[in-house]
């Protein structure tokens, strides 16, 4: 089933780092490499510590009933991998298996290469006997179950553990002179691209409020949660039910492939029919002229 009019855009990871390397010297940043951060007493001469350091943040970890930090895990499990197929667009194969169905995730990164992100229920998981299989038997697992899709081609791995996917959340979004922003303060699942933009944007709004109050850091720091946090609620609550929606994807599976289809496309509770009707006018009018 195609969907007309869904955007997608991605970058290679490492070609984004390098990107951002540079701009950060070009500027007159500092950069330190091969050095581990055991603790913030070690960033005690700092003015103010920005923890863009992920889900496993040590300036978070040491702080979080301050930060006001909250931690539930998703029940579905996932494990990331690459492939070298260039697929034309962000794309989701769904098959059924004797040991239950697999979702991937797959869509191109460069010229030559796409991620390629396997999910499935606990209860799949466990049956397939992924629980007792490392990575490398893992990742062949994974490439039999998606042959077809992948052409016979291998998964390449890099860390590719199965893991749950953690929504976490922070109440407060600083402390003394230490404040959070991406991973470290809030994730978003990855069913809806938006974890590294989410980043990129908080960053852009607390140079914002620092510029905007040069002189009052802690007032500074409000202004930037008080601007920022109901953007990434909204964001946040959508990437959330759209991932509540996967852990359902066996029973949507039943579903004929046009309503399979609108399903998905109004998972997260941000498009309603309007919208769908404007940006994908081809899909809804077979949708709308089913039957």
């Known amino acids: ?38 603790s913030v007493d070690e960033l005690a001469d700092f003015d103010l510590i920005v923890a863009s350091d992920g889900v496993n943040s040590v300036v978070r970890r040491g702080f979080e009933g301050d930060f006001g930090m909250s931690l539930s895990y998703l029940p579905n499990k996932f494990a990331w991998y690459g492939v070298e197929t260039p697929f034309d667009t962000l794309t989701q194969t769904f098959v059924e298996t004797a040991y239950g169905p697999f979702n991937a995730h797959h869509y191109r990164y460069t010229s030559t290469m796409s991620t390629f992100l396997v999910e499935c229920a ?18 062949q697992k994974c490439a039999e179950i998606f042959a077809d899709t992948l052409g016979g081609k291998p998964l390449i791995t890099n860390k590719s553990n199965w893991r749950n ?17 991406g991973d470290a303060l809030h994730t978003s699942h990855f069913s809806i691209g938006s974890g590294t933009r989410l980043a990129l944007e908080d960053v852009i709004a607390l140079v914002e409020a620092l510029e905007a109050q040069p002189d009052d850091m802690p007032a500074a720091l409000q202004a930037y949660e008080a ?25 949507h599976m039943k579903l004929s492939p046009l309503e399979f289809g609108y399903a998905y496309m109004i ?18 009018a077979k949708y709308e002229g089913q039957g």
């Open 165 to 181: 996917f953690p929504l976490m959340w922070n109440d407060r979004w600083s402390h003394l002179n230490m404040v959070l922003v």
């Open 227 to 251: 601007a920022r946090k109901p953007i990434v609620q909204k964001i946040v609550t959508a990437a959330t039910s759209s991932a509540r929606w996967y852990e359902n994807f066996a029973d």
């Open 267 to 284: 998972r997260s509770g941000r498009i309603d029919d309007d919208r769908l009707r404007k940006f994908a006018p081809g899909f809804m």
């Open 122 to 139: 606990r209860e799949t998981w466990e049956r397939a006997g992924f629980a007792t299989m490392g990575e490398a038997e893992s990742a």
């Open 1 to 38: 089933m195609t969907i007309d009019g869904v955007g997608f855009s991605s970058i290679g990871r490492l070609h984004l780092l390098q990107l951002l390397q540079e701009r950060a010297l070009a500027v007159g940043a500092e950069l330190i490499f091969d050095t581990v951060v055991q």
